[in-house]
């Protein structure tokens, strides 16, 4: 039976050390500060805006979520941006997404200082991910290798498969896993014999968005299996892209959904927003 990952538990830990920090910045005067922007009323997003609201009080980061309508215009957004953009007791900047059709969402990212870009979706964030010097570390896949770390797993040598290639965590989770040594390969949905590649990981990490996609059987015995899903059922319930009940009886170690990976991915925005206020701290120091 696998070992089962306690995401909750684990983001607690490193919250509580994302405390400590925020307490001792707050010492030297500097408050980190986030601001969130959500776009129209899409009711996950809310959730997960609100989410990122609480975390930052709870860890003693100060946040401002600005909520706009669903018909605000590109330009409207873009001068948001730039007003955050100048602020000093602003350090982050998050724009929820998915943004309305008639936004552009690559305009929106490249907007956003990145300085500020605690979500590392800009170009110039993007790169660093990929040249392994890193400001920011892309959210979600720094949270899975938390869990990683955290629970043992090692990464180095190890055969490691990401289903999925998503900008937001299929391509830096590969990076990351690669700079952590691992050998990688990345799977998608044109892949063949996708049962066959995840069957020799060491590491799956699943990010597909197809509820209990991956089952018992394209499991190697023993793996750490990552499921990043989020999938939303008829009924109401939640489930991941992996088949828990079936992989559990054969996976080493596996993330429960909700309770994995979910809760590590505000606290990685928590870390970058503190690693920004203190990279701004030292900019003006140095000036
Ligand atoms: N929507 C879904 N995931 C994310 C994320 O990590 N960041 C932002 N800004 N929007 C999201």
């Given amino acids: 039976m696998a070992k089962i ?3 909750k538990k684990i983001s607690a830990e490193i919250r509580q050390e994302i405390a400590q920090d925020v307490r001792r910045m707050k010492e030297a005067g500097i408050v980190p500060g986030l601001a969130v922007i959500i776009v129209g009323e899409d009711p996950a997003s809310q959730i997960y805006v609100r989410n990122k609201g609480r975390a930052c009080e709870e860890v003693g980061i100060h946040s401002e979520i600005i909520r706009l309508p669903e018909q605000t215009v590109q330009q409207a957004l873009l001068s948001q941006i730039a007003e955050l953009n100048a602020r000093d007791d602003i350090h ?14 690559g305009a929106v990212i490249a907007a ?19 040249i392994g ?12 290798m938390e869990l990683l770390k955290r629970s043992g797993i090692e990464t180095e040598g190890k055969r490691a498969v990401v289903v999925g290639r998503s900008n937001i965590v299929g391509k830096p989770q590969a990076m990351l896993l690669l700079h952590a ?9 044109r892949t063949r014999n996708l049962a066959e590649l995840c069957r020799e990981a060491d590491i799956l990490v699943v990010a597909i968005g197809r ?10 015995p023993g793996a750490a299996v990552i499921d990043v899903g989020m999938n939303r059922l008829p009924d109401g319930k939640l489930a991941g892209d992996v088949d828990f009940a079936g992989v559990s009886e054969v996976a080493g170690y596996l993330t429960p959904v909700p309770g994995g990976v979910g809760p590590m991915t505000i606290t990685m925005l928590l870390k970058n927003t503190v690693t920004a206020a203190e990279a701004a701290r030292e900019k003006r120091e140095r000036s």
């Fill in 133 to 144: 010097n890193f400001r920011f570390l892309p959210c979600t896949p720094a949270g899975v």
């Fill in 112 to 130: 956003i200082s990145p300085d500020k870009d605690v979500d590392a979706f800009s170009e110039v964030n993007v790169g660093k991910i990929m």
């Fill in 92 to 105: 982050g900047i998050l724009v929820q997404l998915p943004l309305p059709r008639h936004i552009d969402e």
């Fill in 5 to 7: 990952i306690d995401g």
């Fill in 211 to 220: 509820a209990n996609f991956i089952k018992a059987e394209m499991v190697k």
């Fill in 181 to 189: 040594n691992a050998t990688v390969t990345i799977c998608h949905s």
